[in-house]
């Protein structure tokens, strides 16, 4: 079965500084890797996804992500972290296209001024 | 821009009623979703549905659960008898064909059983 673990719950950063949150995957094949963002009262947003290619994906807002296959990982990045990027941001895992994503817990961002 | 609508935005029941959690998806989307987040824990897969039949479903979705798409427009996840566990954010979602994966979600229903 797969799985997802994000192992920050939460993380504070300083306006303008970068920002990483992990994100390791367990799934036998390759997988279907997205970062959705919920800011409070909010929906989820998806941010980016990978399916194949180029393991290095752009998203909105100035995210990134890496697909490192040998770590099962896929780390979402921002050079520059800006206060309204405070929110909850989810990683999740999907075996096949589209159906049934399997969400790590979140980990809850907060920025400092 | 299009965007999946869920109503209500919040509701409270007692234990044992029925709800009925409504969601408008996005017009030109084929599959349709509804997953459910308790307090504190992780998003968690309900079910899919497509073609006017459930797909796929969780263990989650017992037969307590049942899911409809009654006209053209709404879906709709109904709890025949509510539980205190059921208390939880109930998310739907829809894509279209053209983006596998790429789920578009509302903001969700927030149900609380007393």
């Known amino acids: 079965a797969q799985s997802v673990t994000q192992p920050d719950i939460h993380i504070t950063v300083s306006e303008g500084a970068s920002l990483e949150l992990r994100c390791n995957y367990s799934?036998?094949?390759?997988?279907?890797l997205f970062w959705y963002v919920q800011s409070p009262g909010q929906g989820l947003q998806l941010l980016l996804k990978?399916?194949?290619?180029?393991?290095l994906v752009q998203g909105i807002k100035g995210f990134e992500a890496e697909f490192k296959r040998s770590q099962s990982s896929f780390n979402l990045r921002k050079p520059s972290v800006h206060w309204s990027d405070a929110a909850e941001y989810f990683c999740?895992?999907?075996?096949?296209?589209?159906?049934?994503?399997?969400f790590g817990g979140g980990t809850r961002l907060m920025v400092k001024p | 821009e299009p965007e999946v609508t869920q109503t209500p935005s919040h509701q409270v029941t007692q234990m044992g009623q029925e709800v009925i959690l409504r969601c408008v998806p996005i017009?030109?989307?084929?599959?349709f979703y509804w997953y459910r987040q308790i307090l504190g824990q992780k998003v968690e897969f309900l079910v899919s549905?497509?073609?006017?039949?459930?797909?796929?479903k969780s263990e989650i979705f017992d037969d307590q659960f049942s899911v409809e798409r009654p006209d053209g427009s709404n879906f709709t996840l109904k709890i025949r008898s509510t539980k205190l566990e059921d208390s939880a954010m109930y998310f739907c979602?829809?894509?279209?064909?053209?983006?596998?994966?790429?789920?578009?979600f509302g903001e969700g229903s927030r149900l609380t059983v007393l």
């Open positions: 979602a829809s894509r279209g064909l053209a983006g596998p994966g790429e789920l578009f």
């Open positions: 799934y036998g094949a390759t997988p279907y």
């Open positions: 990978y399916f194949s290619g180029d393991t």
């Open positions: 999740a895992v999907g075996a096949s296209a589209g159906n049934m994503l399997t």
């Open positions: 017009s030109n989307h084929l599959y």
């Open positions: 549905f497509y073609n006017n039949e459930i797909s796929e």
